[in-house]
């Protein structure tokens, strides 16, 4: 929007507990189409499992085989392993810096993005580990809405709880409220 800036949307599923927030998945979306999703191979899967919310509303939509495939897939398994978006933290990290800082100062959007913003800086360990050029603060699409009287939020047709198609989402009202700043 701005010359030299791009815009990122963004959205992260993950357990918290009052006092933690483990990273379970990522997904980015920039302005100019580029896409990121990654899910956490560290995820810590016991306590998820225990967590009725989680396991009926964030898991189904992580990475699954389907039809014949899914036979393959041991029952015990939380999501496949073997998808290519199941990766290490530190590659995570990796990918995740690459990915924002590549191409211009990255601005970072996100919808009630509070937790999502430590979850994403903790990629790298503490504030001051924070890769040069990373934002220190994610913009909240709740305070965009707020100064645009009666802007209706447009629904989410699918994929809820998928990383990627909420950050997909969260792009699409931003795209609108643009369109009527
Ligand atoms: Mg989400």
Redesign the pocket.
């Known amino acids: 929007m701005v010359s030299g800036k791009k815009v990122y949307a963004y ?1 992260l ?1 993950f357990l918290e507990d009052g006092r933690t927030i483990e990273l379970i998945s990522i997904g980015i979306v920039c302005e100019d189409g580029r896409e990121y999703y990654a899910v956490s191979s560290e995820m810590p899967e016991k306590r998820i499992r225990k967590h009725s919310w989680l396991m009926e509303n964030v898991v189904p939509a992580l990475p699954q085989r389907y039809g014949d495939a899914r036979n393959q897939l041991p029952a015990k398994w939380l999501y496949d392993y073997h998808d290519p978006a199941v990766k290490r933290r530190d590659r995570i990290a990796f990918e995740v810096g690459e990915f924002l800082l590549s191409d211009g100062e990255p601005v970072l959007w996100a919808d009630w993005g509070a937790y999502d913003h430590v979850a994403l800086c903790q990629l790298w360990g503490t504030m001051m580990d924070l890769p040069s050029g990373m934002p220190m603060f994610t913009h909240d699409i709740e305070q965009a809405i707020e100064a645009v009287p009666g802007f209706e939020k447009p629904e989410q047709a699918h994929g809820v ?1 998928n ?1 990627l198609e ?1 950050a997909r989402h969260n792009m699409a009202i931003l795209r609108k409220l643009w369109a009527q700043a």
């Open positions: 959205d599923e709880h990383a909420d």
